[in-house]
């Protein structure tokens, strides 16, 4: 399979992308809480099994559907979407029962530590560089992070994991080499049989929760779809389009939404520690994106 050419730099089209899938998952945490009494792995196989016709009418769209077809037949190209897919489930397993046991503060958590963990695999595996802007931006951010990580008192196990699968996920991403919606389409319908297996057991069973007589529950685990597929498309267009680095940055955005919804909205407690690290994460992420838009207004137009 020929490699995607893809240059290590940020384009404003990915910008634009991974700003749009952010904000999405931002707003993620309320149709989650509104599942919260359907199990976390119910919840996850709906979600990939719904996700996998809206990836499928998108490629179809788009006429790339060949790239795919080759994909499946390319062993190595299999094994980085199983391994990525892996990936995922594990980071929608762990978030979802986040939400629904009343941690989204642990899980907004775990996405303010990620992007440093990117920041650092965009350094080591890519050779990425990071501005002194850049690099005043992470302190900031690590240390509004060390805040929060003592104000927790314990291991945030929440935290790491999801920090560990999506900045892992995020790399094979950018290194998968097919297209994006490809690879997403890629994922799902790897995870597709377990997800149907499981949800046929479940529905043999009876204790499944998909048109068991309740509309409302029925028609949210269909929309699991909606919500899974469109960000994480937009995300994997954003990342193909921007450094590792970026990404990580720009991440600070939805964890934020998620607090603020964690607190405002869900009620959880909301500590001194986390005012004081809200403010440093905001101007975090106010000095690497003013350092971004300054390196591309240094560079002459292509």
């Known amino acids: 399979m020929t490699q995607l050419a893809t240059k290590n730099t940020d384009t404003l089209r990915g910008f634009l992308c991974a700003l749009a899938a952010y904000f999405m998952w931002g707003f993620l945490p309320l149709y ?4 919260a009494h359907v199990p976390p792995q119910e919840v996850i196989a709906h979600r990939v099994l719904w996700s996998l016709p809206i990836a499928a009418v998108v490629l179809l769209y788009q006429g790339r559907t060949a790239e795919l077809r080759l994909a499946l037949r390319t062993p190595s190209t299999l094994i980085m979407g199983a391994v990525a897919a892996a990936l995922i489930s594990l980071n929608w397993g762990f978030y979802v029962w986040a939400i629904g046991a009343g941690h989204a503060l642990d899980a907004a958590l775990g996405y303010y530590i990620n992007p440093l963990f990117s920041i650092l695999l965009g350094a080591i595996l890519l050779q990425e560089r990071i501005a002194p802007m850049q690099r005043a931006a992470v302190v900031l951010a690590a240390l509004a992070v060390v805040v929060l990580t003592v104000d927790l ?6 935290a790491v994991v999801l920090m560990l699968t999506w900045g892992f996920y995020a790399y094979l991403k950018k290194q998968l080499p097919i297209g994006p919606n490809q690879g997403f389409t890629l994922e799902v319908l790897l995870l597709a049989p377990f997800a149907l297996g499981y949800l046929i057991y479940l529905q043999v069973q009876g204790s499944g929760h998909f048109l068991m007589g309740n509309q409302w529950d029925t028609g949210l685990l269909l929309g699991c779809g909606l919500v899974t597929a469109v960000p994480l498309m937009f995300y994997a267009n954003g990342a193909k389009g921007l450094r590792l680095s970026t990404i990580g940055i720009l991440q600070y955005i939805a964890p934020t939404m998620i607090m603020l919804t964690a607190v405002f909205i869900f ?9 004081i690290a809200f403010p440093m994460i905001w101007a975090a992420l106010v000095l690497y994106t003013l350092s971004m838009f300054r390196d591309r207004a240094r560079k002459p137009a292509l």
């Open 267 to 275: 009620k959880e407690p909301f500590g001194v520690a986390r005012m």
């Open 32 to 35: 989650m809480k509104a599942l």
């Open 153 to 158: 008192g314990r291991l945030p196990v929440v």
